[in-house]
């Protein structure tokens, strides 16, 4: 059983950065990609972005995120990471990694959580204007 630890998280205003990490206590294997997600109040929760299980090949990014977020992995490390920059109060969010069945990754329904194995507990991003 994989446990995955996300950090980084915590209050910042309109046009800052912030950097999660999501740490796995094991290496999940070569038949997931990695994903982040994020889930405000009341809304469903978002794929945000994912990362192919070679650490490198970016699956997707919500469009409402690009070119302000980069995924990145380091597998040395079995750690994902989220760099936010140009942050904006809609992105005021619980931020969430997962790993996610390939099939899923590719077929694109993982940025609804499907075939989401494991995740995390979750790390609160909020934005103020």
């Known amino acids: 059983q994989v446990q995955l630890v996300e950090s980084g998280g915590g209050s910042v205003q309109a046009g800052g950065s912030l950097r999660l990490s999501c740490a796995a206590s094991a290496y999940v294997g070569s038949t997931y990609c990695m994903g982040w997600f994020r889930q405000a109040p009341g809304k469903e929760r978002e794929g945000v972005a994912a990362?192919?299980?070679?650490?490198?090949?970016?699956?997707k990014y919500a469009d409402s995120v690009k070119g302000r977020f980069t995924i990145s992995q380091d597998n040395a490390k079995n750690t994902l990471y989220l760099q936010m920059n140009s942050l904006k109060p809609e992105d005021t969010a619980m931020y969430y990694c997962?790993?996610?069945?390939?099939?899923?990754?590719?077929?694109?329904?993982?940025?609804?959580?499907?075939?989401?194995?494991?995740w995390g507990q979750g790390t609160q991003v909020t934005v103020s204007s």
């Open positions: 997962a790993a996610i069945g390939l099939y899923d990754c590719y077929l694109g329904s993982w940025v609804t959580g499907e075939g989401a194995d494991y």
């Open positions: 990362v192919d299980n070679d650490g490198r090949t970016v699956i």
